[in-house]
């Protein structure tokens, strides 16, 4: 699980992508993410392709899911749009969820662990 905390800007994506870089444990060759998403969820047009990028080594080292989760009940709408656009079609399968039950209940479904 991730905790991913706004603005989408390059300081906040760097720091997101050492992150998931940095995360030490051994990762099976199939594995799912769970992030959270607090704070504003706007993302700057200079992050797309950075975005990107980390999607396509991300999936190269086995990611096939992400369940993404807006806690701000206000904007998730907005967030979830704005993420869709900035993903593209990323290399994984992805789904916007309400809750960690559901994200963890969405993940399962492709006997995945989440990292």
Known sequence: ML????????E?????VRAVSS???????RWGGYVVVTGEALVTPDIVPL???????????????VAYH???PTFGRLYKEVFSRALGEPPFAV?????????MAWLSEFG????
């Not at 905790?3 to 390059?10: K, Q, Y």
């Not at 906040?12 to 997101?16: I, V």
């Not at 995360?23 to 060759?29: A, L």
């Not at 975005?51 to 899911?65: F, M, Q």
Request: charged share 25%; glycine share 6%.
């Open 3 to 10: 905790d991913a905390i706004g603005p989408w800007n390059r």
């Open 51 to 65: 975005w990107r990028e980390s999607n396509s080594r991300l999936a190269s080292s086995g990611l096939v899911a």
């Open 23 to 29: 995360d030490t444990r051994e990762r099976p060759s």
């Open 112 to 115: 995945v662990a989440v990292a």
């Open 12 to 16: 906040t994506f760097e720091q997101y």
């Open 70 to 72: 807006f806690l701000d």
């Open 95 to 103: 789904r916007f969820v309400h809750g960690s039950d559901e994200a």
